[in-house]
C-alpha cells in the first residue's frame, strides 16, 4: 500500500507483470475493503486482534482496555455513534454493543443461509450487503429511514447520519438511501460519477474515482469536502466525521486531515506511517503500519493525541479465505491471521500501486543441472522429450520419448508404454521427498487427530509389471464403425481435448472415445496438439485401478482420437450436480460413507500420479468431472489432457498461462503462475468440498440470478467455525455415530486442501490417510466392519 519498495528480484516483478496481465482481462469489481477490522464510536474505539487463533474484540475506553465478549471471531467490525457491530467469522450472525455502558452483547443478525458481507454503520442504523446477491438490508433504523431498494446490488456501502450510500455492482454509480431528503441530496451530488471506494462522514461523503483522485460532496460548512491539492492516487484510506475527513497518503501513509476547525493537528500523523484510519466524530484513529497499534488524535480525543493506545496489535484487514486475485496478498498475512486464510490488501488498488506478495513458492534449494535440463522441455509438434531424473539424483535421465512419430518408430507401430521405473519401496520417496518438490507435512500436522493417521498406506494398482499393454493403434475406420458415425446419442461429454462419444469395439470392449476437434481456429491449434500428444504419453504408461485407462488412439489425415476405457457410472460431476441425475442412479452416492470412498479413490489415483509415477506427474485439473466413476462404484482419476509432467524442481515451471477449470485452480497457481503438486491439491480439496456440500464449485447463492459464490468461500469459514453440520448435502442423510466424525475429517481435510498457499496444503499422501481414516469410521459405526479390513473394503 505504501512505498514498500520491497526488496523482490526483477524477475519476481516480471513475474508479478504477468500475473497483472491476467488479472487486467477480469473485470474488476471495487470496494473499500479498508477499516473493517478497526471501529471508533463517541467514546471508544474497538479492533479486531491480530495473531490469536480466536480473531476476538478489544476495546479501548476512558483509559482502559475491554476484552469484548463474546470471546469468539469476527470477520469485520463497524462503529456507530454510541455502539459498534460485529459479524462474527461465517458471516452469519450480527452482534452490536453499546459503547457507553457495560459492552452488553446483543444479537441483531442469525441467519446461517443468507450471509452478511460489507458491514456500515452510520449514526443509528447498521447496514450490511448480502453475501452473493450484494443487495442492502439495514436494522435499527428510525421511521423515517427508508430501506434501500431491493433490487440494487452494491459493491461497498457506507453509512453517515440519516443516510447510508453504496457504490453500484456494474455501473459505479454512487446510489444512497435513508431518511428521503437527505439521501436524495447526497446521491444527486455525485451525478452519474462513477467511484471505486466511498466512505461517508455525518454529512459528507469522500470517495476515489476511477482515475484515483479523491473526491468530497456534501456539507461543507467547516471546509471538511476542500481535498487538498494533488494528483491521481494520492489517498488511499479514508476517514470522516463530522466535521472533518482524513485522509492516508499513498507515498508514505502519513495522515492528512483537513476541515475540523483546525483542531486536527498534522504533527501526530505526519510522521507515522498508517494502514486503515478510523474516525469518531470529533477524533480519528489510525492502525500504524509499524507494528499495529493504534494511535488517536483529534479534539474529540480526551486522552491527549498522538500516544499509543495499549490495545494488542490490530488485524489491518478481515482474515479471508479467498486468492486476494485483486490487490494481493498482505505481507505478514498468515501469522497475523494465525493459520486462518490470509488479509487481502485493501481495494481499491491501481496497477501503480501493485508490490508483489513475496514468492509463495521458495526453492527449498537451488536448482540443480536436472532442473535445468528439464526445463528444456522440448516444444516439438510432433515430438517432445520427457526428461525426468530418478529421485531428483542429478544427471541420471531416465527416458526420452519420441512420440507419434515417424521420426523416432516410423509410421504406423505400436507404440510400447514404458513401464515406470520406479513404482517402490523408499526410492518412492525420492520422487516426492529428497527433491522438496512436495514440502514437508507443515499445515498438514494441524490436521486434526492426525496421530491416528493410518500410516499404511495403499499401494494397490501401482505395478504395471503386471500389466505389459501396449496402446493399441486404431482405424478411424474402426471408431467410426463403434460410435455409429460419432452419432449424437452416442456423446456422452467434452473434455478439454474433444468431444467424448461412447463406443462398441468389434470385440465387443466398450470404450470412450475422445475425439480431437479438428476444425478449431489454428490458434488453438497447437496447444490442443500438445495436449493430445501428452496425454496418450502419460496415460500409456500409467496403470493404476484408480486412474481411467488409455486403450489406444487412432491417428489419421487431421484426426486425433484418444480410447479409453469406458466407465459406466459417468462422471462425479454429474451425480453431484446434474438436475437430472440426482434423483436417481445418484442415489447410490448419497451416503456419507460412499462419497468418502469416492473421494478416497480418487486421492490414491492422484497420489499415484504424483508420487509413483515416474516422472511425477501434476494432472492440473482436478474437478469432479475429471472423477469417472466404474461399473463398481470405484472411482478413477481422468483427463490428463493438462497435464505436464512435474518437473525435477517443481518450483521452477512456469508454463506459459495458467491452465485449469474456473473454481478449481488454485489461486496461487492462478496469482503467480506457479504450478506445484499442491495445485492439484487445491482442486481435490473443491471436490471435497463438492462432496460435503452437494454445491457446484461455483454456484448462484440464490435462484434469482445472484452473483456467484465459489464453494470454497462459502464453506471454510462455517468449517472453521465448526459449522460443518450446517452446509452437509441435504440429499444425504445426516450422518449419524461415527459418520459424524468422518465427515468432519473430511471437512478439516477439505479447508485445509483449499488453502492459499500451496505450502501449507497437505501433500497427497496426507490426504490419502486422513481420507482412509474417515472411511474406517464410517464403517465402524456400523459395528461390524474393524478398521484391519478397510483396505479391502474401499477398493
Ligand atoms: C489516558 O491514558 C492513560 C494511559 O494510557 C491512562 O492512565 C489515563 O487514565 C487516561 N486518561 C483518560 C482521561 O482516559
Ligand atoms: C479467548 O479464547 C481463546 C481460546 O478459545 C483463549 O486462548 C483466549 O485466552 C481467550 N481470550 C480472552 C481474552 O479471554
Ligand atoms: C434466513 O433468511 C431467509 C431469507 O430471508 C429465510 O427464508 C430463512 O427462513 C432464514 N433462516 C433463518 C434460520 O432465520
Ligand atoms: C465475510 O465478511 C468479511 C468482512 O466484510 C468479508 O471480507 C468476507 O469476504 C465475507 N466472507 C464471505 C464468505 O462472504
Ligand atoms: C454525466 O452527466 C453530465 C451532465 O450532468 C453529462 O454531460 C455527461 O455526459 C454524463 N456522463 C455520462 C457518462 O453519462
Ligand atoms: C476524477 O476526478 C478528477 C478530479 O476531480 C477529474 O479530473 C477526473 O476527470 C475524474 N476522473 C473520472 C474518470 O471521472
Ligand atoms: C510523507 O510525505 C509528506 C508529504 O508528501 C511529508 O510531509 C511527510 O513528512 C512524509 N512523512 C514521512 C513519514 O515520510
Ligand atoms: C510500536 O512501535 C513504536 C515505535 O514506532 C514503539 O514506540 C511502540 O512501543 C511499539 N509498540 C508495540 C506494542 O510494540
Ligand atoms: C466530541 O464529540 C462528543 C460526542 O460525539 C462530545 O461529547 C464531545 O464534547 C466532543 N468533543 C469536542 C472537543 O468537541
Redesign the pocket.
Known amino acids: 500500500m505504501k512505498n514498500n519498495k520491497s526488496p523482490f528480484s526483477a524477475a519476481t516483478f516480471t513475474l508479478f507483470n504477468a500475473t497483472l496481465l491476467i488479472l487486467s482481462s477480469l473485470s474488476p469489481t471495487h470496494a473499500l475493503g479498508s477499516a473493517a477490522t478497526l471501529a471508533a464510536t463517541?467514546s471508544a474505539v474497538c479492533g479486531v486482534v491480530a495473531s490469536e487463533p480466536t480473531r476476538r474484540i478489544a476495546c479501548y475506553r476512558h483509559g482502559e482496555v475491554v476484552a469484548v465478549a463474546p470471546n469468539v471471531s469476527f470477520s469485520a467490525i463497524s462503529g456507530g455513534?454510541s455502539y459498534f457491530c460485529g459479524l462474527r467469522s461465517g458471516n452469519y450472525s450480527l452482534l452490536c454493543w453499546d459503547t457507553l455502558s457495560g459492552f452488553q452483547s446483543k444479537r441483531l443478525y442469525n441467519n446461517g443461509t443468507v450471509l452478511l458481507e460489507k458491514l456500515a454503520l452510520g449514526d443509528s442504523q447498521v447496514c450490511a450487503t448480502v453475501v452473493g446477491a450484494g443487495t442492502a438490508s439495514c436494522w435499527r433504523t428510525n421511521a423515517a429511514f427508508e430501506s434501500p431498494s431491493g433490487s440494487d446490488r452494491f459493491d461497498s456501502i457506507s453509512s453517515g447520519s440519516g443516510f447510508s450510500c453504496g457504490i453500484l455492482k456494474g455501473s459505479d454509480r454512487v446510489r444512497c438511501w435513508g431518511v428521503g431528503s437527505i439521501a436524495r441530496k447526497m446521491e444527486s451530488e455525485f451525478g452519474n460519477m462513477s467511484l471505486v471506494s466511498l466512505v461517508a462522514g455525518e454529512s459528507h461523503i469522500c470517495g476515489l474515482n476511477s482515475s484515483g483522485y479523491l473526491v468530497c460532496r456534501g456539507s461543507n460548512d467547516f471546509g471538511q469536502i476542500d481535498v487538498p491539492e494533488g494528483g491521481a492516487l494520492e489517498f488511499s484510506g479514508l476517514a470522516l466525521g463530522?466535521e472533518h475527513t482524513c485522509a492516508i497518503r499513498r507515498s508514505n501513509g502519513s495522515v492528512v486531515c483537513w476541515g475540523g476547525r483546525g483542531?486536527f493537528e498534522d504533527d501526530v500523523t505526519k510522521t507515522v506511517s498508517f494502514e486503515v484510519i478510523v474516525s469518531?466524530?470529533?477524533?480519528t484513529c489510525g492502525l500504524t503500519t509499524n507494528n499495529f497499534s493504534v494511535i488517536c488524535w483529534g479534539?474529540?480525543w480526551a486522552n491527549g493525541s498522538g500516544y499509543e493506545i495499549p490495545l494488542p496489535p490490530i488485524l489491518p484487514g478481515p482474515c479471508v479465505q479467498s486468492s486476494c486475485s485483486e490487490c494481493g496478498i498482505y505481507p505478514q498475512s498468515e501469522s497475523l491471521c494465525s493459520g486462518y486464510g490470509n488479509i487481502c490488501k485493501p481495494k481499491p488498488c491501481w496497477p501503480e500501486m501493485l508490490v508483489p506478495a513475496p514468492p509463495a513458492v521458495v526453492p527449498a534449494s537451488p536448482p540443480g543441472p536436472a532442473a535445468s535440463r528439464s526445463k528444456a522441455l522440448t516444444k516439438g509438434l510432433l515430438a517432445f522429450a520427457i526428461v525426468g531424473c530418478v529421485g531428483g539424483v542429478a544427471g541420471i535421465c531416465t527416458a526420452i520419448y519420441c512420440l507419434w512419430t515417424g521420426v523416432c518408430f516410423g509410421k504406423k507401430k505400436v507404440h510400447n508404454s514404458v513401464q515406470p521405473t520406479i513404482t517402490r519401496g523408499g526410492s518412492v520417496n525420492g520422487v516426492g521427498g529428497s527433491n522438496n518438490s512436495i514440502s514437508p507435512p507443515s499445515r498438514s500436522s494441524t490436521i486434526r487427530r492426525q496421530g491416528s493417521r493410518i500410516m499404511r498406506r495403499q499401494r494397490s494398482g501401482t505395478s504395471s509389471t503386471k500389466h505389459p499393454e501396449r496402446a493399441e493403434e486404431f482405424t478411424l475406420a474402426e471408431l467410426v464403425a463403434a460410435t455409429n458415425n460419432f452419432a449424437l446419442e452416442n456423446k456422452i461429454g467434452a473434455g478439454s481435448y474433444g468431444v467424448v462419444y461412447k463406443g462398441k469395439l468389434l470385440d465387443g470392449r466398450e470404450v470412450a472415445i475422445k475425439r480431437g476437434d479438428t476444425s478449431t481456429k489454428m490458434k488453438k491449434f497447437q496447444e490442443k496438439e500438445t495436449a493430445f500428444e501428452s496425454e496418450l504419453a502419460f496415460l500409456s504408461r500409467l496403470h493404476h485401478k484408480h486412474l481411467v485407462r488409455l486403450v489406444g488412439f487412432c491417428e489419421e489425415k487431421d484426426e486425433r482420437l484418444l480410447v479409453y476405457e469406458y466407465m459406466k457410472n459417468g462422471a462425479l460431476y454429474d451425480h453431484l450436480h446434474d438436475k437430472n441425475n440426482v434423483d436417481k442412479s445418484s442415489s447410490v452416492l448419497n451416503s456419507w460413507r460412499m462419497r468418502i470412498k469416492v473421494a478416497l479413490d480418487a486421492s490414491r489415483g492422484i497420489e499415484y500420479l504424483h508420487n509413483y509415477a515416474v516422472p511425477s506427474i501434476i494432472h492440473r485439473d482436478i474437478k469432479s468431472s475429471n472423477i469417472l466413476i466404474d461399473a463398481t462404484w470405484t472411482a478413477r482419476v481422468s483427463d490428463f489432457g493438462l497435464s505436464l509432467m512435474s518437473p525435477e524442481s517443481n518450483h521452477d515451471f512456469r508454463p506459459m498461462k495458467a491452465a485449469g477449470t474456473v473454481g478449481y485452480i488454485d489461486p496461487e497457481y492462478y496469482g503467480l503462475n506457479v504450478l506445484t503438486a499442491k495445485s492439484d491439491v487445491y482442486g481435490l480439496g473443491v471436490v471435497l468440498l463438492e462432496l460435503l456440500t452437494g454445491k457446484r464449485a461455483i454456484f448462484k447463492n440464490d435462484e434469482n440470478g445472484g452473483t456467484p459464490v465459489s464453494v470454497v468461500d462459502f464453506a471454510v469459514p462455517l468449517i472453521m467455525a465448526g459449522e460443518l453440520a450446517k452446509i452437509l448435502d441435504p440429499r444425504v442423510e445426516p450422518p449419524e455415530m461415527n459418520e459424524t466424525e468422518a465427515v468432519e475429517l473430511v471437512g478439516y481435510t477439505a479447508m485445509h486442501c483449499v488453502n492459499l498457499e500451496g505450502k501449507d496444503r497437505p501433500t497427497m499422501a496426507d490426504i490419502v490417510a486422513n481420507l482412509e481414516r474417515a472411511l474406517a469410521l464410517c464403517d465402524s459405526s456400523h459395528g461390524s466392519i474393524s478398521s484391519g479390513t478397510i483396505s479391502i473394503v474401499s477398493d
Open positions: 463517541s455513534r463530522a483542531l469518531g466524530s470529533n477524533f479534539p474529540g
